[in-house]
């Protein structure tokens, strides 16, 4: 599935979009370099699995709990360069709880993915348009 938003309200409005495809226990790898959407998207994410939780992105608190019928883990793991790393994050004890997992910087913790997932790669055009495109599952 291929999405090109031209707003981050329309960049919002795909992620309440894809949250209605999601199932407990989905996760979600992020690809996109810096600014090119991801909390954005997540923000929407978040609304469409209902919560009424302001987003923020992880970047130093590597996660953030949003509630609500299905919780989402919202994690970033731009400086997470080893196993060790990816571990002290709490990563793995969250795959098993039922909420869904968006991830940002995906491909740092590549070999730790767990499969299937949900690929969401994130391009920018001119201004605030996004080339957003979604693979990994047979929903897409």
Known sequence: MI???HSP???????RQLAKLLRPGDLIAYRGEMAAGKTTFTVGLAEGLGSSAWVSSPTFTL????GGPIPLCHFDMYRI???GDLYSTG???YLDQGCILAVEWSENIEEALPSPHITVE???GEGDERTITITGDERF
């Open 3 to 5: 999405i090109h938003t």
């Open 9 to 15: 309200q329309e960049t919002i409005e795909a992620g």
């Open 63 to 66: 996660v953030h709990e949003y």
């Open 81 to 83: 360069t080893t196993m």
């Open 91 to 93: 990563f793995f004890d």
């Open 122 to 124: 994130f391009q920018k």
